[in-house]
């Protein structure tokens, strides 16, 4: 408890809020390494994942490729990227650290949206003359985007965990006073450093946790209760695509 208490007398020390290193700067930095990152493997990953939830073709693929990347150790990849980039482009080496971690479960998101709609509703948009264009955007895109949201759910909380080794190669964010405060032992600052990556990731995932519940479409929501009739679910997601 005492630990605790020290723990938080650290963030609330007026030394913590000015200078280089402040609070606010290492959370501007945290989460403007998690916004990028994201973004830029949302840019690869979505429009792949959608193209394989369409086609039905290189789920196998996508399914080796998303195992391999997480197989992958995130602080063993940083170090052998800043090797191999070199000293002068660290910050590009951790970027691109990021991005990879990311891209599995956005392009699981994306191509799993839409391999769970229900053949009929892909069917009955088709039969009322939909173009192939159309059912992507009417039907496909809407139904798929929980999923979708989901995935991005994901992405982001593993990326704002992970930003914390950026402390280990002096990028900032709050992993800087885990990795400063290690060696000096100085635990209150580790622990407070901690306290702070979880309260981020747990304000992110309730804002995606909002996201994906508003994402599900009107018409499905009021058939999701009756699972045991099909056909309900179809209309209420015809419903959908046309509103």
């Known amino acids: 408890m005492n ?19 402040a609070l606010p700067v290492l959370f501007t930095q945290h989460v403007l390494y998690t916004l990028v990152s994201v973004l830029v493997a949302a840019a690869i990953a979505v429009p792949a994942g959608w193209l394989i939830g369409h086609t039905g073709r290189g789920r196998e693929v996508a399914v080796a490729i998303s195992g391999a990347a997480r197989a992958i150790p995130s602080f063993g990849l940083l170090i052998l990227l800043v090797l191999l980039f070199g000293v002068l482009q660290v910050p590009a080496a951790a970027l691109v650290t990021f991005v990879l971690l990311a891209i599995p479960s956005l392009l699981a998101g994306a191509y799993t949206g839409i391999e769970a709609i229900d053949p009929r509703v892909i069917d009955a948009a088709k039969a009322m003359g939909m173009t192939p264009w159309q059912v992507f955007w009417k039907v496909e895109f809407p139904l798929g985007l929980p999923l979708l949201i989901g995935g991005l759910r994901a992405a982001t909380l593993q990326v704002i965990a992970t930003v914390t080794i950026a402390g ?11 990795i400063q405060g290690i060696p000096l032992g100085r635990f209150d600052e580790v622990l407070a450093g901690a306290l702070l990556v979880a309260a981020l990731a747990l304000i992110a995932d309730l804002l995606f946790a909002i ?4 994402a599900v479409p009107a018409g499905v929501r009021a058939t999701g209760a009756r699972a045991d009739e099909p056909r309900s679910r179809t209309r209420g997601a015809l419903r959908a695509a046309r509103s």
Not at 3 to 21: C, H, K, M, N, V
Not at 211 to 214: L, M, N, S, W, Y
């Open 3 to 21: 630990l605790f208490g020290d723990a938080i007398r650290w963030l609330l020390d007026p030394e913590q809020w000015t200078g280089s290193y």
């Open 168 to 178: 280990y190669v002096n990028l900032g964010g709050f992993g800087y006073p885990i």
């Open 211 to 214: 996201a994906q519940r508003a």
